[in-house]
């Protein structure tokens, strides 16, 4: 069975985008993939994080994945917390010491993140050679992502062929992006040319996974869309309409022309009445199960059976990598 590994960051409450790009991904592929999804902490602190507010986050993190259908009673799914296994950092280091100062200057989220604080911290400058590491210590095939994160895989996969090539045998597995058709980036709702965040400043630019259903519903009814009235997919010119089409398909399991065929002749009132009911129904479902999994047993059980069996496969990967550059006795 090939191996999947994606993560998601335990920064803030996630949004139904998280769910697109990274939760629902984990659920079409659990079953049929040795699945590694775990919390990556140590990427969250690349920038400022409170504490205490970091654990909860964890905590809900993990309890929202839980509550969206992910199984851990599955042999081949193991949930665990990033900072748990100590051999992610310490491939990451090795890593570093096969990466270019050019390459990850590239790296666009540096670029983009970079811009906006001049005191940026060198955590932001390396985390994607720690996030290679996340992926290559355990011979991960898969990586479901989203289109902003290609880029990183692109640098896992070429530091792997670095490493075999430098040392001469096949120490990694060279990882492929898993980008799905539908769905990849789900957009802000007031401003459809940027995606959907955890941090938007706008309170009506996202929706979270754990929103009620009154504020739902009236972030879908005062999404963006355009003046022509016509229902029909076209990211270019009618962007905010497209990305509610898009929302619509992720969570009814439609295609997006049978979305638009549904709706022909439908103004855009009734379509969002319509989305709104669709979501609501699907999120009061996550919420049912997030209350009852939060306080529980489950979550710790989870992680304490996750962070044993990868602990096991990141040491032995480990001690092989540390051995071929020569460390130690």
């Given at each position: 069975?090939?191996?999947?590994?994606?993560?998601?960051?335990?920064?803030?409450?996630?949004?139904?985008?998280?769910?697109?790009?990274?939760?629902?991904?984990?659920?079409?592929?659990?079953?049929?993939?040795?699945?590694?999804?775990?919390?990556?902490?140590?990427?969250?602190?690349?920038?400022?994080?409170?504490?205490?507010?970091?654990?909860?986050?964890?905590?809900?993190?993990?309890?929202?994945?839980?509550?969206?259908?992910?199984?851990?009673?599955?042999?081949?799914?193991?949930?665990?917390?990033?900072?748990?296994?100590?051999?992610?950092?310490?491939?990451?280091?090795?890593?570093?010491?096969?990466?270019?100062?050019?390459?990850?200057?590239?790296?666009?989220?540096?670029?983009?993140?970079?811009?906006?604080?001049?005191?940026?911290?060198?955590?932001?400058?390396?985390?994607?050679?720690?996030?290679?590491?996340?992926?290559?210590?355990?011979?991960?095939k898969y990586v479901p992502t989203g289109i902003d994160q290609k880029q990183h895989v692109e640098l896992a996969r070429n530091l792997a062929l670095r490493f075999n090539n430098r040392y001469?045998?096949?120490?990694?597995?060279?990882?492929?992006?898993?980008?799905?058709?539908?769905?990849?980036?789900?957009?802000?709702?007031?401003?459809?040319?940027?995606?959907?965040?955890?941090?938007?400043?706008?309170?009506?630019?996202?929706?979270?996974?754990?929103?009620?259903?009154?504020?739902?519903?009236?972030?879908?009814?005062?999404?963006?869309?355009?003046?022509?009235?016509?229902?029909?997919?076209?990211?270019?010119?009618?962007?905010?309409?497209?990305?509610?089409?898009?929302?619509?398909?992720?969570?009814?399991?439609?295609?997006?022309?049978?979305?638009?065929?549904?709706?022909?002749?439908?103004?855009?009132?009734?379509?969002?009445?319509?989305?709104?009911?669709?979501?609501?129904?699907?999120?009061?479902?996550?919420?049912?199960?997030?209350?009852?999994?939060?306080?529980?047993?489950?979550?710790?059980?989870?992680?304490?059976?996750?962070?044993?069996?990868?602990?096991?496969?990141?040491?032995?990967?480990?001690?092989?990598?540390?051995?071929?550059?020569?460390?130690?006795?």
């Open positions: 069975m090939d191996r999947l590994l994606t993560g998601l960051q335990p920064s803030g409450t996630l949004t139904i985008g998280n769910y697109s790009g990274g939760i629902n991904q984990v659920l079409n592929y659990q079953k049929n993939y040795e699945t590694f999804l775990f919390v990556p902490d140590m990427h969250a602190t690349t920038v400022t994080q409170d504490p205490e507010a970091l654990r909860r986050n964890i905590r809900n993190a993990v309890a929202v994945y839980l509550a969206c259908g992910v199984d851990v009673n599955l042999p081949n799914m193991h949930l665990y917390i990033q900072s748990e296994n100590l051999y992610h950092a310490n491939l990451s280091w090795i890593l570093e010491c096969h990466a270019y100062f050019g390459e990850m200057s590239r790296m666009h989220q540096f670029k983009e993140k970079s811009k906006k604080n001049e005191n940026f911290t060198c955590g932001l400058y390396t985390y994607p050679i720690l996030m290679a590491s996340d992926i290559l210590l355990y011979d991960a001469k045998g096949e120490y990694f597995v060279c990882p492929e992006s898993i980008i799905p058709k539908v769905g990849a980036s789900i957009k802000d709702l007031q401003n459809p040319a940027k995606k959907m965040s955890k941090s938007c400043e706008n309170p009506k630019s996202s929706i979270f996974l754990l929103d009620p259903e009154n504020v739902v519903r009236k972030k879908i009814m005062s999404a963006v869309t355009d003046s022509e009235g016509k229902i029909y997919y076209d990211e270019e010119n009618k962007a905010g309409l497209s990305n509610l089409i898009t929302i619509y398909s992720i969570f009814s399991g439609l295609s997006i022309e049978q979305v638009v065929a549904k709706f022909d002749g439908a103004g855009y009132g009734d379509f969002k009445k319509d989305l709104a009911n669709l979501l609501c129904e699907r999120l009061v479902v996550i919420q049912d199960k997030y209350n009852q999994i939060i306080n529980s047993s489950i979550i710790d059980d989870a992680l304490d059976a996750g962070r044993e069996f990868t602990t096991k496969i990141a040491k032995e990967k480990y001690e092989q990598i540390r051995k071929a550059v020569g460390y130690g006795r």
